[in-house]
């Protein structure tokens, strides 16, 4: 039985922006030194003037040349030696708002997706990832989308909040409309583009900041029917674990009752919503709101937060709690229905 890590992580370095071409290269983001949040001067990444995490001290249970993908054969290798066949790839730098400007979010998109196409093509198939587009400006989203999908891009990465907007504001239906065209999932990863909150919740533990509202895009998509609307759509909802899922179902089904709405039997797999979840979840009280089919696992690889276990996909076949269909389903089937692989 294949493998599918549903949620691993390529760490951008300075090759990432040499797809820039010679008019966007002012926007190119610098390696700059400064104190880190322990006081000793780490290197950040400066972007449109403002300061974000390099990311050069996590994963350190990760080849540093693999997780920056500067060598993709001993990343393959490792993946062997984590029994992985299929990794799905999301980006680091994304995950907190970067500019407010469209010319320098197309700039930064368009260079980061023809790195990961390069690193698909050297993949031998086993490195898929999820295209990042300048949701800014819809008309370079679409066009940026169907380039990625014709390169192994094999998800939409998306946060919760993407500048002022939420996932159900009908400006993201050209998007739902196209992604649905192209067989492309919408996966809400954990992150915030919304400046406003992302610094209000400075010095927090990233709880509020970036997991906070991807559970409230999964609970506004049910509320508002959006998934209805696209009837062909599918969501993913990723490194936000999947605790939550019985208090968000839960508290939709006594709204939605109210307004006479009933939500569906098993709303997740009616919706075509799969959540991506961590093994330290209740998984036998999770499935019993989720469904076996609708959930996922990734390993986070790369990273080093509390979302990461390197060997998460083992350790799931070893919990005795979860029944030995499910585990199948959430390792191979579940992802492979989910990313259409």
């Known amino acids: 039985m294949p493998v599918i890590d549903a949620d691993a992580h390529v760490i951008e370095n300075e090759h990432t922006w040499d797809y820039m071409t010679a008019a966007e290269r002012e926007f190119r983001p610098q390696v700059i030194t400064a104190p880190g949040p322990n006081g000793n001067d780490i290197e950040w990444w400066l972007v449109d003037g403002h300061r974000r995490g ?16 500067r060598n993709v054969a001993l990343r393959l290798k490792h993946m062997d030696e984590l029994g992985v066949d299929v990794q799905v790839l999301y980006p680091s730098i994304f995950l907190s708002p970067l500019t407010s400007r469209p010319e320098v979010e197309l700039a930064l998109c368009r260079s980061y997706n023809r790195w990961l196409a390069d690193i ?20 370079a989203a679409l066009a940026e989308l169907d380039w990625a999908r014709e390169h192994g891009a094999c998800a939409i990465f ?18 739902y409309e196209r992604a649905s065209d ?61 605790q939550w899922v019985p208090y968000a179902l839960t508290d939709l089904a006594r709204r939605l009752e109210r307004r006479g709405d009933p939500l ?11 959540v991506a979840c961590q093994t330290d979840d209740d998984l036998p009280y999770v499935l019993r709101y989720a469904g076996e089919d609708n959930l996922v696992i990734g390993s986070d690889y790369g990273h080093n ?7 998460a996909l083992r350790r799931l076949k070893e919990n005795p709690s ?20």
């Open 54 to 69: 390099k990311q050069t001290n996590i994963g350190l249970d990760t080849p540093e040349a693999s997780r920056e993908m």
């Open 305 to 311: 937060d509390t979302a990461t276990e390197i060997e």
């Open 120 to 139: 698909w093509a050297h993949g031998q198939g086993r490195l898929r990832w999820a295209a990042v587009l300048p949701l800014m400006t819809m008309d």
């Open 158 to 175: 998306i946060r919760g909040l993407e500048g002022e907007r939420r996932l159900s504001d009908p400006y993201f239906f050209p998007l």
């Open 264 to 274: 569906p039997p098993n709303p997740l797999a009616a919706n075509r919503i799969w």
């Open 322 to 341: 979860v029944p030995a269909r499910a585990v199948d389903k959430i390792l191979d089937d579940n992802a492979r229905a989910l990313y259409g692989l």
């Open 182 to 242: 192209l067989d492309v999932p919408i996966c809400v990863h954990s992150a915030t583009g919304n400046f406003a909150q992302f610094d209000l919740y400075d010095g927090d533990s990233g709880f509020a900041r970036f997991k906070l509202p991807n559970v409230a895009a999964f609970h506004a998509l049910l509320f508002h029917r959006i998934p209805s609307q696209f009837p062909k759509l599918r969501f993913g909802f990723v490194e936000i674990a999947a």
